[in-house]
């Protein structure tokens, strides 16, 4: 069983930026993808950003040039810099890895960006 721990949201204002780490329990060459996904109130989960194992990555295009996704191979964790934040990213934002079509989550951490 994959555990997958979110941390760095919070409260910011439009223009901030937070970084969004999360702490995988198995090694990160244990999977084909990673990636943050993030669901907002009354909207459906969508991809923010990934990573894959081949060291791709891919963006949403409401993200793009604003969010960077890295990962700390040694750390077993991933992040996601988030600048020039705007209200439109307020939602929960949740870490996925990705195996062979078998997707593990974490628990989510809350983003809210105050205009």
């Known amino acids: 069983q994959v555990q997958l721990v979110e941390s760095g949201g919070g409260l910011v204002q439009a223009g901030g930026s937070l970084r969004l780490s999360c702490t995988v329990s198995?090694?990160?060459?244990?999977?084909?993808?990673l990636g943050w996904y993030r669901q907002a109130p009354g909207k459906e989960r969508e991809l923010v950003a990934v990573s894959t194992i081949g060291g791709k990555t891919n963006y949403a295009d409401s993200v793009k040039g604003r969010f960077t996704i890295s990962r700390d191979n040694a750390k077993n964790m991933v992040h996601l810099q988030m600048n020039g934040l705007k209200p439109e990213d307020t939602a929960v934002y949740l870490c996925n890895a990705e195996f062979l079509g078998q997707d593990s989550w974490g628990q989510g951490t809350q983003v809210t960006v105050s205009s």
């Open positions: 198995r090694s990160l060459f244990s999977f084909n993808r």
